[in-house]
């Protein structure tokens, strides 16, 4: 099966070109704004949308980003929210591929079936779940994301 991801990296390739990839995060400032946000950045020229879940301990977030999600959080954002965001993206623009970059406990709090079917749903292609490795302690949760047509993407470090 050839995913958003898979096509849009060959689009890229043929170009000679490397992906721009857009980080926000979902109700930022608050939720109609981010969503306009997120419908612009494809006309804008991102080749993949990186939307944040907030999380209210992001442990391994620099500053701006856990300002950001803590003003997502007191404006009323939620996991529930966040996928409905991308469910609306979607609605209008089928091409770009949307990554869902978190941590893991809203997503067991969720239920992780429930959580990989309705991400799914929601046209959510990819997932960067930081405090989860693909394999390894925890990692049998995580393996089911490849199973179920996602992409799980690693952060590494320099």
């Known amino acids: 099966m050839t995913t958003r991801i898979d096509r849009r990296m060959a689009k890229l390739k043929s170009e000679g070109r490397p992906a721009l990839v857009t980080y926000f995060m979902g109700g930022d400032p608050d939720y109609d704004t981010s ?4 419908k612009a950045l494809p006309g804008a020229g991102s080749d993949v949308i990186e939307l944040g879940m907030p999380f209210p301990d992001p442990m391994a977030d620099g500053p701006a980003i856990q300002a950001a999600g803590l003003r997502a959080l007191k404006g009323g954002q939620t996991l ?16 770009t591929p949307i990554v869902l970059m978190g ?14 079917a309705d991400a799914k749903a929601s046209g959510i292609d990819g997932l960067i779940v930081v405090d989860r490795r693909a394999s390894g302690r925890g990692g049998g949760r995580v393996a089911r994301l490849r199973v179920r047509g996602h992409h799980h993407g690693r952060l590494r470090y320099p």
């Open 35 to 38: 969503l306009a946000i997120m």
């Open 103 to 116: 941590y893991y406990n809203p997503i067991y709090i969720y239920g992780v079936d429930r959580f990989l």
């Open 80 to 95: 529930v929210k966040t996928l409905k965001m991308a469910a609306e993206f979607r609605a209008g623009d089928n091409e």
